[in-house]
């Protein structure tokens, strides 16, 4: 008799990454339920017979990563068609390089959102790529997406997978074959789905299966961006990713999933073949302002793969260390994460409001105006330019 690969690593250490559902030999050994603290991770059913496969795909017990810091090459990047640069969350290199598989008869996977929450689905048509665009703030339910990657293989499709890191780790752990091209995000953590259904229910008086958002909207710039509240097509509201109260909890990882506080799978060189995520702090002179992208290439394959798409989008070639610098969850980032317990702890007894007034709140005005004096003139104008356009 052999343990689980939960009963191992247990659910502190469990990034959801459904690596051990994929790997399980029996179906309905493993479900994979939201917790209380709202993360989807496995629950062993009486159907184990405890053979202990699933621990061979668990990135946490499993590590491997044969990629090469020799590899690595780091650019600043953005296409050069307008149309996709609009509809993605920075430089719209994702859609770039998902064309490549589209248009030749691949399979792209990605994350895309179903009946509120996010899911990971295989695409082949160019007009589904509007799905898998833009950054989605949440866990996406990864399911058998990893053997469905294999069998495609076998079947001689060419396939590339985008997920967070400890997603990757595991793809590749399950999945080993040259016409595989994994993806991977600069991941801030995963936050809770919990806080954000009580979120929209006590805000929007709605069941999340009613709302879809846009957690990137770039109408008023891709460093200014907004978040966009939908009720299938109606837009509800729109809130600057400063003045959420939702997503301010979020980027002050107060509700994360534990293991992404000190993430085992934010490392140099990185598990994925190509890396991709928001330039923030990038310089002037490397920057679009409509978007722009780092890349980061990992392996040969990667190389390959961006040679392919050099002609259809700007790039120039950067440090790691320019990189790094406004992107420190690129490499061995450690979170803080002295409130979650607390905050666990009120959660059921409290409103969102009141959760956000104890322990994520706004800075004062005064406070804004010592240490971020350009948001401030930023805001100011943004009000005045409403007030003008109201007449």
């Known amino acids: 008799m052999k343990l689980s690969a939960i009963e191992v690593i247990t659910y502190d250490k469990c990034t959801g990454c459904y690596g051990c559902l994929n790997t399980c030999p029996v179906h309905g050994a493993i479900e994979f339920k939201l917790t209380d603290e709202g993360f989807y991770k496995p629950f062993i059913t009486d159907e184990c017979i405890h053979c202990g496969y699933c621990q061979e795909g668990c990135p946490v017990i499993e590590k491997e990563n044969d990629n090469l810091k020799e590899d690595l090459e780091v650019y600043s990047c953005w296409s050069k068609d307008e149309e996709i640069l609009k509809n993605s969350s920075s430089g719209g290199i994702f859609s770039e390089l998902a064309k490549v598989y589209l248009e030749n008869d691949g399979v792209v996977f990605g994350a895309k959102w179903q009946d509120g929450e996010i899911v990971h689905i295989g695409i082949t048509k160019l007009e589904e790529l509007k799905e898998l665009q833009k950054s989605k703030y949440l866990q996406s339910k990864i399911e058998y997406s990893y053997i469905k990657v294999k069998e495609l293989l076998k079947e001689g499709k060419k396939v590339l997978f985008v997920g967070t890191p400890c997603e990757i780790a595991s793809l590749n752990l399950i999945v080993k074959d040259e016409n595989l091209v994994a993806v991977d995000l600069i991941c801030h953590g995963i936050p809770s789905y919990t806080t954000y259904q009580k979120y929209i229910r006590e805000n929007f008086n709605l069941n999340i299966k009613n709302i879809i958002v846009d957690f990137r909207n770039k109408d008023t710039g891709w460093e200014n961006y907004n978040l966009t509240f939908k009720d299938k097509d109606k837009i509800i509201i729109k809130n600057n990713h400063r003045e959420d109260i939702w997503f301010r909890g979020f ?121 971020f004096p350009r948001r401030v003139l930023g805001f100011l104008k943004r009000k005045i330019i409403k007030i003008i356009k109201r007449g």
């Open 251 to 371: 980027l002050q990882n107060i509700y994360l999933n534990k293991p992404c506080y000190n993430c085992e799978f934010r490392v140099i060189p990185r598990v994925a073949d190509i890396t991709l995520g928001d330039f923030w702090g990038v310089p002037q002179e490397l920057k679009n302002p409509k978007g722009t992208s780092i890349v980061t290439i990992n392996t040969k394959k990667g190389r390959e793969l961006f040679e392919k798409i050099k002609n259809n989008i700007e790039y120039m070639e950067t440090t790691f260390e320019v990189a790094h610098k406004g992107n420190p969850c690129l490499y061995n980032h450690k979170l803080n994460a002295s409130k979650r317990e607390k905050f666990y702890k009120d959660f059921p007894n409290k409103s969102f409001e009141e959760l956000h007034k104890k322990y994520f709140p706004f800075p004062s005005f005064f406070i804004k105006c010592i240490f």
